[in-house]
């Protein structure tokens, strides 16, 4: 029987080496830490093989984690193939860029009726009274942000949402497993990666919040980020479409199981 093909995109040899272990020797294993070159050819998607780079091989079935400055024609390629990719690739699609995801996002969550703006691409005086954040370009972990009051000038296409103060937290859901992740930081930005943030006890509408984008978007797996604001209000503040998996022992454990399991299925 002719083994089937598995293309890992984007993970480390920990993770590489678990999955591997976990899906078996029935699976042949193609492992990229980067976007690899990659085609779609009569519903067949092709990868670069990294032994012989002049050779491209069939794949069955794609786990695919990280963000890549350009990956969303690689994403795009994934979705028109339409074979087994974990997260799914149209969900990954319709959250990978920053501003048109927030939207989409907005239509589902029960915590964004905050009043947001938008300047479009030239450059933009903008003026607020009240504290307020704008979010630019489709990088995450705090990058392409800026808190102010008063006078601020865009440079490019940005987004406006009020700022509030509270408690920064993320529901991580991996299949049916769910963490609430306390985000911390030394300023203003929250992330998953600094030395103080770690699992708490899960707000349960915060959850079946994030149960739904999850169901909406059709991710298996999604990151969703909140601020509990002083006074108890809960703001949605941004959908995750990877997860980052790495950081916490107790995600990647469930990680690589469930991509295991979603392999052999």
């Known amino acids: 029987m002719m083994k089937k093909r598995l293309l890992l995109v984007g993970l480390e040899p920990p993770e590489i080496e678990a999955i591997t272990k976990e899906v078996g020797t029935d699976w042949l294993i193609v492992a990229s830490d980067m976007l690899p070159n990659a085609k779609l050819s009569e519903n067949i998607l ?3 093989s990294p032994w012989h780079p002049d050779k491209y091989l069939p794949v069955d079935k794609v ?10 024609d690689f994403i795009t390629l994934l979705a028109l193939w339409n074979g087994d990719c974990l997260p799914n690739a149209l ?9 048109s995801g927030l939207v989409r996002a907005l239509r589902v969550t029960r915590f964004g009726n905050v009043p947001r703006g938008m300047a479009i691409k030239k450059l933009q005086n903008w003026y607020s009274k009240n504290e307020i954040v704008a979010k630019w ?6 990058e392409n942000k800026h808190k102010f009051i008063g006078e601020w000038q865009t440079e490019e296409s940005t987004t406006f949402e009020p700022f509030i103060k509270g408690e920064a937290v993320r529901i991580m859901l991996v299949g049916e497993t769910a963490w609430q992740i306390h985000l911390t930081g030394d300023d203003w930005l929250k992330s998953i990666h600094h030395h103080k943030a770690g ?4 707000d349960n509408e915060l959850l079946e919040d994030t149960k739904q984008l999850a169901k909406h978007f059709g991710l298996e797996m999604i990151g969703v980020d909140y601020m509990i604001g002083e006074n108890g209000q809960k703001l949605f503040l941004e959908v995750n479409h990877i997860p980052n998996v790495t950081v916490f022992p107790f995600v990647n454990d469930a990680f690589t199981k469930f991509a295991g399991e979603w392999v052999r299925k």
């Open 199 to 202: 699992d708490m006890p899960i």
């Open 91 to 99: 969900g990954m699609m319709d959250c990978r860029l920053r501003h």
């Open 46 to 48: 092709y990868v670069e």
């Open 137 to 142: 370009g489709n990088w995450h972990c705090g």
């Open 63 to 72: 786990i695919f984690h990280g963000i890549f400055e350009n990956d969303y």
